[in-house]
């Protein structure tokens, strides 16, 4: 067990919806980070963020966003959603700014019908 | 640019066997971390072992070693006396800690352990 919890662990929703992602770190974790794994695209970093504030962004879409609260846990929003967002989305925390260790959650397996 | 690459076609492992993963980077930073994480048929990341850039000796936890040369950007995963559940993909990872300090992945390598 990692210690980063995310759910739902599956979630099947139709195009043009919009989702939420959820996120909790592990204890005393500062930085949380998105991640997509498709098929076609391999694992790719989305967006980073850190104590609440963003920090980094990558190749994420407009249509996706995402936030951390107070409490350190993070949602991910992914709305009019494509068939093509079909995917495993990972978090992954790292105490500070992230030196020595990233842990993943278990990841949620988003299916677009 | 690939920063990282993972270019070994999927491998059958004898059972009690080692094996090496390999594992090129690219990456024009001093400071840098390099991690490896096993993806089971279930679909979690689970790290495995890190190295930073800095670190002299060779990581090491439990049966994995990460053979480091620094010179070469190499930093390939060996795994000792091979077990059923190694069977796995497994992902090479870099963090360079003056960029935007994400994990960039490699496409990983599919092992398969048999009896």
């Known amino acids: 067990d990692s210690g980063v919890t995310q759910t739902p662990k599956h979630l099947i929703t139709a195009t043009g919806q919009r989702v939420t992602l959820r996120c909790s770190p592990r204890?005393?974790?500062?930085?949380v980070y998105w991640y997509q794994q498709s098929l076609d695209q391999g694992l790719q970093f989305l967006i980073q963020?850190?104590?609440?504030?963003?920090?980094a962004k990558g190749n994420i879409l407009e249509r996706f966003s995402a936030q951390q609260f107070p409490d350190l846990h993070s949602e991910l929003n992914l709305s009019s959603l494509e068939l093509g967002d079909s995917a495993l989305y990972f978090c992954?925390?790292?105490?500070?700014?992230?030196?020595?260790?990233?842990?993943f959650g278990q990841g949620t397996r988003l299916t677009v019908v | 640019a690939q920063k990282i690459t993972q270019t070994q076609p999927g491998m059958f492992v004898q059972e009690k066997e080692a094996v090496t993963l390999d594992c090129t980077y690219d990456?024009?930073?001093?400071?840098?971390?390099l991690f490896w994480y096993k993806q089971p048929s279930s679909g979690e990341m689970i790290f495995l072992i890190y190295?930073?850039?800095?670190?002299?000796q060779n990581a090491t936890e439990g049966r994995y070693s990460l053979n480091f040369q620094k010179a070469r950007k190499s930093a390939n995963l060996v795994i000792s006396a091979s077990q059923l559940g190694d069977s796995a993909m497994y992902f090479c990872?870099?963090?360079?800690?003056?960029?935007?300090?994400?994990?960039?992945f490699g496409k990983g390598n599919q092992v398969v352990v048999i009896p």
């Open positions: 992954a925390s790292s105490p500070q700014g992230g030196d020595t260790e990233a842990f």
């Open positions: 204890s005393g974790d500062l930085s």
């Open positions: 963020y850190y104590n609440g504030e963003e920090r």
């Open positions: 990456t024009s930073d001093q400071s840098y971390g």
């Open positions: 190295q930073g850039s800095y670190d002299e």
């Open positions: 990872a870099m963090r360079e800690y003056y960029g935007n300090n994400r994990l960039a």
